[in-house]
């Protein structure tokens, strides 16, 4: 009895202890904007945990969105398409350990969506149905999950009409996010773009300036890497527009 107890309980120390390195992998990811190391310390974690358990399905869906962005910080095609070949095939590993997992069905259909834009356009429609069907299930499984939103809004903003994509329906999705988290300012910048495509400057610079008004944004680092620059940069396009 005392032995069986014994395990029970290092089971659970273990389990903690899993639990908290992907923890800690998160505030690296979400932090780094303070420290460059952070994204390499952060999926240092997360492939410790797969060590011991490779179908740990929380950690494969964060290695995913870790080369995912490892990807987009390359320039070379042959290194973007390495980490997001990586990146799909941990979000596929997820999917099969953790189909009900939000967050691996959104970051397969991200990794499939650069590998997409990185090889051309021709491949991108070839891959948009599988693209949107990822982030159309994770919305299935959780309908406030908004990254999922903005993803169907991207897709929908630049899959041609004949194809299946639609400004309206872009516009739709970009509009729910919103209403759900208001300090999601990648949707914002995702809407802004929408809105200069379809040259309606003005709206577009009003939800350009709430993003660089936005004092708490869902994700600060992104921000700062990301959104601010990216809305510094399209308000700058559209000056005198």
Same mark, same amino acid.
């Given at each position: ?22 923890? /800690? ?118 309908? #406030? ?10 897709? @929908? ?24 988290? $208001?300090? @999601? ?12 495509? /379809?040259?309606?400057? $003005? ?6 300036? #709430? ?29 005198? #527009?």
């Amino acid at each position: 009895m005392k032995k069986a107890l014994i395990a029970a309980l290092l089971c659970i120390t273990v389990i903690s202890a899993l639990d908290s390195r992907l923890t /800690q992998s998160d505030n690296y990811y979400y932090n780094r904007h303070k420290d460059a190391s952070y994204g390499m310390k952060a999926l240092y974690l997360c492939n410790e945990v797969l060590e011991e358990n490779p179908n740990d399905a929380n950690a494969l869906w964060r290695t995913a969105r870790l080369y995912c962005l490892l990807g987009d910080d390359e320039s070379a095609k042959e290194k973007k398409l390495f980490y997001y070949q990586k990146a799909e095939d941990n979000a596929e590993d997820a999917k099969a350990h953790g189909p009900g997992i939000p967050e691996s069905h959104f970051w397969y259909g991200v990794a499939l969506g650069r590998i997409g834009q990185t090889k051309g356009v021709l491949n991108s429609l070839n891959l948009a149905g599988p693209v949107k069907k990822a982030f159309e299930k994770a919305l299935t499984l959780n309908s #406030k999950f908004t990254p999922a939103m903005d993803g169907l809004g991207v897709w @929908y903003m630049e899959v041609p009409g004949i194809a299946g994509g639609s400004l309206e329906k872009s516009e739709e999705y970009f509009k729910n996010g919103l209403a759900i988290e $208001s300090n @999601y300012t990648l949707l914002r910048v995702d809407l802004a773009k929408l809105y200069i495509k /379809q040259k309606k400057y $003005s709206d577009a610079r009003t939800q350009l300036n #709430k993003v660089l008004s936005t004092t708490n944004p869902k994700h600060a680092a992104d921000y700062v890497l990301e959104d601010k620059p990216d809305a510094q940069r399209l308000l700058a396009e559209i000056e005198g #527009k």
